[in-house]
């Protein structure tokens, strides 16, 4: 594959950058040198191959990351992929805490990301647990069979925002925290709104 040249758009995003500058800059040429698409996609340097979303560099306070779209699908020989939480079904990342380390797997990020590549060619897809298959919590389930209007509009809802909803009602380990989520959320999803809609 040939070089790829840098988007202006993504610029700023590694001219901002304090704490990892120097590590997002090694990240950003090694994907280049793979031939990959940049663009600005979620407010992150975003790189892809023929229009699908390949690989993603962003930021954390204890380190920086690539994330691999369809992560779940690479062959980790090395060992180095990272599931973020147990609800990310697609998505890995591999962290990076200097630009040393990052030097030193140049040739494994290239053969992870020619990987992430052909995954993409072959047309792979992610096998997504369906919504159905999580579980609702008790607190939201009895919500839902005590208020009719409350279920009809989860119902209604898209599988994506069902799905974000159950995860959110789910995390907290007290039953009141979960209640008390639950509580808050009732009018926007009779509203017909997601978790994160204004």
Same mark, same amino acid.
């Given at each position: 594959? *040939? ?5 202006? $758009? ?24 793979? %031939?990959? *698409?940049?663009?600005?996609?979620? %407010? ?13 560099? /962003?930021?954390?306070?204890? =380190? ?5 779209? $369809? %992560? ?12 973020? *939480?147990?609800? #990310? ?22 053969? =992870?990301? =020619?990987?992430?590549?052909? #995954?993409?060619?072959? +047309?792979?897809?992610?096998?997504? $647990? ?12 009895? $919500? ?7 279920? *009809? ?11 974000? =909803?159950?995860? /959110? ?22 509203? +017909?709104? %997601?978790?994160?809609?204004?």
């Amino acid at each position: 594959m *040939t070089k790829r040249s840098r988007n202006p $758009k993504a610029d700023f995003y590694f001219d901002k950058a304090e704490k990892w500058q120097k590590e997002i800059g090694k990240l950003r040429t090694i994907i280049l040198d793979c %031939g990959l *698409t940049e663009e600005l996609k979620w %407010g992150a340097p975003c790189y892809s191959f023929q229009e699908s979303n390949i690989v993603l560099i /962003h930021t954390f306070k204890e =380190y920086c990351a690539l994330l691999f779209f $369809k %992560g779940a699908l690479l062959d980790d020989a090395d060992g180095i992929l990272i599931q973020q *939480t147990k609800n #990310v079904q697609a998505g890995r990342q591999i962290r990076f805490t200097n630009a040393r380390e990052i030097a030193k797997m140049k040739n494994i990020l290239k053969s =992870y990301i =020619y990987q992430a590549i052909e #995954v993409e060619k072959a +047309g792979l897809k992610v096998n997504l $647990k369906k919504t159905a298959e999580f579980i609702i919590p008790q607190e939201f389930k009895q $919500k839902l069979d005590e208020i009719p209007a409350l279920k *009809t509009a989860f119902d209604a809802l898209t599988p994506g925002r069902q799905r974000a =909803y159950i995860l /959110h009602f789910s995390a907290p380990k007290q039953s009141k925290t979960r209640e008390s989520r639950v509580e808050k959320y009732m009018s926007q999803i009779l509203n +017909g709104k %997601g978790l994160n809609d204004l």
